[in-house]
């Protein structure tokens, strides 16, 4: 009976997650460099089916998630999205899409809304058309998304638009304000890059000057202040500018879930790179269990796992350690500090190579995000530059 009631008290000492993202599939028109999705992308024959989502949304709502984002690649391919949105709403779950945009019809976003469908996230590149087009690897798809833009604000729907920002288009954020305010977004995330996936590998191609960064967060600053009622700014910094770590995913297994298109469970979504660590599928085991129980997300939940001088540190249980993905492809190791801490012996280094990176005149080409098939060469090196590098 002891070990019951013992079993019952860890049960409801873990509140649910906030939110859940769906990654529906890795398919995508797009091939932005930075993406954050795995290196080794899911065929669409690995995709989990209408059935398997289904049951991922009924089981999130009776575990007491509120939020349910859909996101890939691009959710729009999957020809189950309405249905899905459908079951969202049917359980009472607020949904949004994070979209490009492409491939979404007047028709098919109707359909959509009528759905249930909440909220969109609109991905923008950059602010002009030949730039936006170059770093998604597009052409046209800087005209089809303020098409696909006009067509949600025309609908009433809040629209947020995501703009991702490294050296190639940092110097156009105040462009992209205003973009956003004539598209009539109600808010606007502007987040430089965040290295993992493909924008590791794309490190030396991304990394902004620290002299842009600091004119990216002036602009942002004043514009917070100016557009205050009008537009809400979200800002994210680049790791490797910074003294202190995040707290990445609002603390690692407490707040978020990620549940990838073969269906495994994940607690972020570059969990998949630490090594020795299992991932349990939902088709196997229920997603509550998998949440309060699962190794994935007992390994670094909390502050038992902390080495000093994390352990001591009066802010342990405001940046939770930081990046555990981060301080592997960093450090070495996933349960060390997060590098971006000043108190990590390796916080030196990697600002150092961030700066070597951000002053290189001639960065190297973009490996765009498409199937490994054709890019494991190129992968390769840009890894093997990226160990020499850190």
């Known amino acids: 009976m002891n070990i019951m009631l013992a079993e019952a008290s860890r049960a409801l000492a873990v ?33 989990m089916d209408t059935g398997g989502w289904l049951n991922v949304i009924d089981q999130a709502a009776t575990m007491g998630v509120l939020q349910l984002h859909f996101s890939g690649g691009e959710p729009a391919l999957r020809k189950d999205l309405v249905e899905l949105l459908q079951r969202a709403r049917e359980r009472g779950l607020y949904s949004n899409l994070i979209t490009s945009g492409i491939g979404i019809d007047e028709a098919k976003l109707d359909r959509m809304i009528e759905a249930g469908l909440d909220h969109v996230q609109l991905s923008l590149q950059d602010a002009t058309r ?37 050296r190639h288009n940092a110097g156009n954020v105040p462009r992209m304000i205003e973009l956003a305010l004539a598209l009539g977004a109600s808010r606007l995330e502007v987040a430089h890059t965040q290295y993992y996936g493909w924008g590791l590998v794309n490190r030396a191609a991304l990394m902004p000057s620290r002299e842009q960064l600091d004119a990216a967060t002036a602009v942002v600053e ?15 910094t680049p790791d490797y500018y910074a003294r202190r770590p995040k707290a990445c995913m609002g603390g690692w297994a407490q707040k978020f879930l990620n549940i990838s298109p073969r269906g495994d469970v994940l607690p972020c979504h570059a969990a998949e790179t630490i090594p020795g660590m299992y991932f349990d599928n939902i088709r196997e085991r229920p997603l509550l269990d998998i949440w309060q129980h699962g190794d994935a997300f ?14 001591s540190c009066p802010k342990k249980e405001v940046d939770w350690g930081g990046c ?55 992968i390769g090196s840009g890894i093997a530059s990226l160990s020499k590098s850190v």
Request: hydrophobic share 35%; charged share 25%.
């Open 15 to 47: 509140a649910p997650p906030l939110a859940v993202l769906l990654e529906l599939t890795h398919r995508c028109p797009l091939a932005c460099p930075y993406c954050s999705n795995p290196l080794e992308l899911a065929s669409q024959r690995e995709e």
């Open 130 to 166: 030949e730039s936006a087009d170059h770093i998604a690897g597009y052409k046209g798809s800087f005209d089809k998304k303020l098409r696909f833009a006009g067509w949600v604000r025309e609908r009433e729907l809040p629209l947020t638009l995501n703009a991702v920002v490294h």
């Open 222 to 236: 004043e514009a917070r202040v100016r557009l205050r009622g009008t537009l809400v700014i979200d800002y994210v």
């Open 298 to 311: 007992e390994r670094y939940r909390g502050t038992a796992w902390m080495p000093e001088p994390c352990q």
């Open 324 to 378: 555990r993905c981060q301080a592997l492809a960093l450090s070495g190791a996933a349960d060390t500090l997060d590098p971006v801490c000043e108190k990590s012996p390796d916080h030196a280094r990697i600002r150092a190579a961030a700066e070597l990176e951000s002053a290189n005149a001639a960065p190297p080409p973009f490996v765009y995000r498409r199937p490994p098939r054709s890019t494991n060469s190129v």
